[in-house]
């Protein structure tokens, strides 16, 4: 029940209008530029786990170099309990009685989670992966990262696939808060 006068003194004025889109386009760039960021971090840590080259039982799991009584020595991996060569091993607490040894690809996890922000929200959030460039598709520092946020159909469900870490086990799964994963086509 407001009167015209009331309803046109409420009005946002076009040089306000501008101010707030203005505004709310530079929040979406910075929402894009951040899941890049987490799309690259998550892209080497993925990239370590598909180079794996031992078992983690009878080689190192990273460097496949054969461990045990004639090999290199070995440490177990906290997170993953597999083996590891002290080489591909890093010491998570030195200087104690019993070091905490983590394999580099832990190590990584536990840093993506960190850098990402996951470990406050209890999984990773939503992340654009880096796209293959022709030439330099393994270097993620030489890929182009467009300024605006553009409207893409995803070339496949894995580009557009929110991955989470379920207390940092490695498993992947749909994040909750995401919605449903997009159908195959």
């Known amino acids: 029940y407001q009167t015209e006068k009331q309803r046109k003194s409420q009005c946002l004025s076009p040089a306000e209008v501008e101010a707030i889109l203005q505004v709310i386009q530079r929040a979406e760039r910075l929402d894009v530029m951040e899941q890049q960021r987490i799309g690259r971090l998550v892209e080497r840590l993925e990239t370590m786990r598909r180079n794996v080259m031992g078992n983690g039982l009878s080689q190192c799991l990273l460097c496949g ?39 580099k690809i832990c190590s990584e996890q536990r840093e993506v989670w960190k ?12 992340y654009i992966l880096p796209l293959k460039t022709p030439g ?15 409207e893409q159909k995803p070339r496949s469900t894995e580009t557009s696939r ?9 498993g ?9 994963p997009p159908r195959p086509s």
């Open 162 to 170: 929110v991955y989470t870490w379920a207390r940092g086990r490695g």
């Open 115 to 126: 850098r990402s922000g996951a470990w406050f929200y209890k999984g990773l959030p939503k």
């Open 172 to 180: 992947s799964m749909e994040s909750p808060k995401m919605g449903p």
């Open 136 to 150: 330099r598709a393994d270097d993620p520092h030489f890929r182009p990262l467009p300024m605006e946020p553009t």
């Open 65 to 103: 170099e054969v461990l045990g009584f004639l090999g290199s020595s070995s440490v177990f991996c906290k997170d993953c309990r597999k083996k590891v060569c002290t080489k591909c091993g890093i010491e998570a607490s030195p200087g104690q009685k019993r070091p905490l040894w983590l394999c």
